[in-house]
């Protein structure tokens, strides 16, 4: 059974910045094998993906976080993770992290999320 672990979430002004990380709990590096992703979830909105990474390390972000956030993998530590800069309190919600494979063997797993809270 895989387990993700998001971390790194708070509470931060705007203008300020968070690393959320996500370790991936398995007996493979699953983050190395999987098309990772960090999503977002604000109150009374649905899910939404704020940037992803293939296994090939090709990345994919929302319009709204282009050139504020970036994603990045270490699959030596099989931890994916989401650098936060120049948080808007648009940027409040539960994110969840996200390992997928569309190929053999196929799989979809989230983790439980951590909340982040911009204040304006």
């Known amino acids: 059974q895989v387990q993700l672990v998001e971390s790194g979430g708070g509470l931060v002004q705007a203008g300020g910045s968070l690393r959320l990380s996500c370790a991936a709990s398995?007996?493979?590096?699953?983050?190395?094998?999987?098309?990772m992703g960090w999503y977002r979830q604000a109150p009374g909105k649905q899910r939404e993906l704020v940037a992803d990474?293939?296994?090939?390390?090709?990345?994919n972000y929302a319009d709204s976080v282009k050139g504020r956030f970036t994603i990045s993998r270490e699959n030596a530590k099989n931890t994916v993770y989401l650098q936060m800069n120049s948080l808007k309190p648009e940027d409040t919600a539960v994110y969840y992290c996200?390992?997928?494979?569309?190929?053999?063997?196929?799989?979809?797993?989230w983790g439980q999320g951590t909340q982040v809270t911009v204040s304006s």
């Open positions: 990474i293939s296994r090939g390390n090709n990345t």
């Open positions: 398995a007996s493979v590096s699953i983050v190395s094998i999987s098309d």
């Open positions: 996200n390992a997928a494979r569309k190929s053999f063997p196929r799989y979809n797993y």
